[in-house]
């Protein structure tokens, strides 16, 4: 799974919260391009697979806005 | 899923995260860039049966809502900040330099004002010091009485213990 978050909205104290946040859920990986935050996540229950990217990526929108 | 393209130049990225905020509850929401100057806002429902026109056009609306508050919180932010400041300490200093300007020369004393009561031809400055002297001698000797009375009990118990012993 793989999640790209554009640097324009999202920052990093953010995206690295979000991952703190979220990391013993699953296995999570961060690198980044020119205009992205690349986020892959791995090794996640399949309970939560449905909902975990999208939870994910409210709970990154809430910490960017934060950080604002 | 829904997805709206919003421009930049209309509702700032503030304005849209804002908006966002009050959604984030109930529906899953990702940001991302469309072109330059414009951004997507996906909206996907939590709930399979949920009206995603109705959330779309709450959101738009919302939209609004935010931006002419961060317009308005824009305009009124120098207000803001000097109500906030003399409710701390710019009062204060008002006070301060008011005080020792003295213009319209207030803290001035009467006396030193009008020069014919400096001199005092009736003598009633004179009087009024002398009873003031009197009323201090009087309490002077009130307290010398109220001492007097007081019994020293330092005194009671040596002459008891003393007392004990010759017993």
Redesign the interface.
């Known amino acids: 799974m793989e999640i790209?978050a554009?640097k324009?909205?999202?920052n990093k104290k953010g995206v690295e919260k979000t991952i703190e946040a979220y990391e013993h859920l699953g296995r999570i990986g961060l690198s980044e391009d020119k205009?992205y935050f690349i986020i892959r996540i791995e090794n996640v229950n399949e309970e939560i697979k449905k909902v975990f990217k999208?939870?994910f990526?409210?709970y990154l929108?809430?910490e960017?806005?934060k950080c604002? | 899923m829904e997805t709206i393209i919003l421009d930049t130049n209309i509702y700032s990225l503030r304005s849209i995260l804002s908006a966002t905020f009050v959604f984030l509850d109930d529906y899953y929401i990702f940001l991302d860039q469309a072109e330059e100057g414009k951004i997507a806002v996906q909206i996907k429902s939590k709930e399979k049966e949920a009206d995603l026109k109705k959330a779309v056009d709450d959101f738009k609306n919302e939209l609004i809502n935010t931006s002419l508050r961060l317009k308005i919180s824009k305009e009124n932010k120098k207000i803001r900040e000097a109500i906030v400041s003399s409710a701390l300490y710019g009062r204060v200093e008002e006070l301060k330099t008011r005080h020792t300007a003295d213009p319209e020369g207030i803290c001035i004393k009467w006396e030193e004002a009008n020069n014919k009561a400096s001199k005092d031809s009736q003598r009633i400055c004179e009087s009024r010091n002398n009873n003031r002297f009197e009323n201090i001698t009087h309490r002077g000797f009130n307290r010398s009485c109220v001492n007097a009375q007081k019994p020293n009990y330092t005194k009671m118990f040596k002459s008891k213990e003393n007392g004990d012993k010759s017993q």
């Open positions: 790209k554009n324009k909205i999202y205009n999208d939870e990526c409210n929108l809430f960017s806005s604002l």
